[in-house]
């Protein structure tokens, strides 16, 4: 009896270059918000703009290019 199921652990796909792209800005973002939690902790104030961007745009645009990845990956199957 056959079965209609395919098996995608047996040839496991790497991850398209959107969803790497996505996770790569999310983790940066990431370190960018530990900079600047750990930066106000040590009593600074004045963080340069750049930073406080990168923690408030970087991260939700990895997430975001990260789940459009996962909608594009799962549409395609």
């Known amino acids: 009896m056959e079965t209609a199921v395919r098996d995608t652990a047996a040839n496991p796909a790497r991850k398209s270059w959107l969803m790497r792209l996505g996770i790569a ?32 745009v970087i991260t939700p645009l990895g997430l975001g290019l990260g ?9 395609q199957r």
Do not use: Q, T
Request: glycine fraction near 8%.
């Open 25 to 56: 800005l999310f983790a940066l973002g990431m370190l960018a918000v530990v900079v600047v939690f750990v930066l106000f902790a040590a009593g600074l104030e004045d963080l340069p703009v750049w930073l406080s961007a990168a923690a408030g």
């Open 67 to 75: 789940l459009i990845a996962l909608v594009r990956e799962h549409r």
